[in-house]
């Protein structure tokens, strides 16, 4: 069983920044598919950046430009890197890893970005 735990959320104004972390608790050193995902009230969850096949990486085209994902293998932490913040931004954030086929899931962090 893979405990992931999220942090680094809050309220912040437009136009700011945060960084999102994501502590996993197995090593994610050879995991290749991990990302963060986004659930806004009364929307689905949806993809907001991820690893896929190792180094490769893919955005939502509303944070390209605006979102940067990166990961610390040594210490088992995936980031979200969120600049420029946007009221539509306002969700809860949570990651997800791949771990021999299995999925897991976070309990998320709630970011909320007021205009």
């Known amino acids: 069983q893979v405990q992931l735990v999220e942090s680094g959320g809050g309220l912040v104004r437009t136009g700011d920044s945060l960084r999102l972390s994501c502590a996993v608790s197995?090593?994610?050193?050879?995991?290749?598919?991990m990302g963060w995902y986004r659930q806004a009230p009364g929307k689905q969850r949806e993809l907001v950046a991820g690893?896929?096949?190792?180094?490769?990486?893919n955005y939502a085209d509303s944070v390209k430009g605006r979102f940067g994902i990166s990961r610390d293998n040594a210490k088992n932490i995936l980031y979200l890197q969120m600049n420029s913040l946007k009221p539509e931004d306002t969700a809860v954030y949570y990651c997800?890893?791949?771990?021999?086929?299995?999925?897991?899931w976070g309990k998320g962090t709630l970011v909320t970005v007021s205009s």
């Open positions: 197995a090593s994610i050193f050879r995991i290749n598919t």
């Open positions: 997800k890893v791949v771990h021999w086929g299995a999925t897991y």
């Open positions: 690893f896929t096949s190792g180094s490769n990486t």
